[in-house]
């Protein structure tokens, strides 16, 4: 996790105050939390994000919802297009020795008085992203795809090429 997240009150919950029913959260998250993260995919968007978190009998339960759109790089042309994200994620919340959160489980320390939900957040947007995100078919910049396609057209290595060189080599090796 990038360390500058650490500190980050915003999209925290405090468990001292948690009682014996859930606790649900709404939040909001826009330009400045995704330019805050410096992450590469998603740099722009606003996503809704609900998240329910409930004291277990031992450690906490959180299940958090996201919907919303976010901006990412066309896989066709690079541009930024609008994607939409819809996603749930389950966490659980355990007590242990040090900080650590694999993804699924999140171990805090006994004497941890808060969670810090940021990157969570962001995984579970990240991950709502499909593999595959273009623009609709015609609406790509087009300039760009043209330069794409020049260049990918560009460095297909040829395989008798390929055997060529790795005689040469053979010879000067
Ligand atoms: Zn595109």
Known sequence: ??????????YSIDLLNLGAGPLDCKWQVGAPFFEALEQDLVTDGLVDVTLRIKKKTAGYEV????EG???????RCLEPMRQEVSGDAELKIQEGDEFC???QVITIPADMQSVDFTW????CIALSVPISHTHPEGMCDSKMT???????AASKSDP???ALKSLKADEEG
């Open 146 to 152: 043209e330069l794409l396609n020049e260049h990918s």
């Open 160 to 162: 008798r090429w390929d």
């Open 69 to 75: 759109y976010v901006t990412i790089p066309c896989d």
């Open 101 to 103: 959160d694999d993804g």
């Open 120 to 123: 969570n957040i962001y995984e």
């Open 1 to 10: 996790m990038p360390p500058s997240m650490s500190k980050n009150a915003s």
């Open 63 to 66: 299940n958090m919802h996201i």
